[in-house]
Nanobody
Framework: QVQLVESGGGLVQAGGSLRLSCAAS????????MGWFRQAPGKEREFVGQ????????YYEDSVKGRFTISRDNAENTVYLQMNSLKPEDTAVYYC???????????????WGQGTQVTVSS
């Protein structure tokens, strides 16, 4: 049974930082593209970024480029989302996802975590 468990969310002031973690089990982690998505109240779930399998190549949505960094530790089956210079508009539930294909669309991911709340106060 595949499980993705996010942690590290919370309340932070604008300009602050948070580091989210996503621990994976039940799958060959190194073979999966890992993505981060977020969903704000009343909005669609949107792509934040992804990290490929070998080489760790990353890709980010424009609004988070230069502020967010995704990394992975294949030995620990964990992917991270380092979020710096947080803004109130970053407030959302953040989800990690695993997929063979990945990409910016939700359809590229096969497994999802339960999400962790990030709230940025102004």
């Amino acid at each position: 049974q595949v499980q993705l468990v996010e942690s590290g969310g919370g309340l932070v002031q604008a300009g602050g930082s948070l580091r989210l973690s996503c621990a994976a089990s039940g799958l060959t982690f190194s073979r999966y593209v890992m993505g981060w998505f977020r969903q704000a109240p009343g909005k669609e779930r949107e792509f934040v970024g992804q990290i490929r399998t070998s080489g760790g190549r990353t890709y980010y949505e424009d609004s988070v480029k230069g502020r967010f960094t995704i990394s992975r530790d294949n030995a620990e089956n964990t992917v991270y989302l380092q979020m710096n210079s947080l803004k109130p508009e970053d407030t959302a539930v953040y989800y990690c996802a695993a997929g063979i294909y990945g990409g910016i669309s939700r359809s590229g991911y096969d497994y999802w975590g339960q999400g962790t709340q990030v709230t940025v106060s102004s």
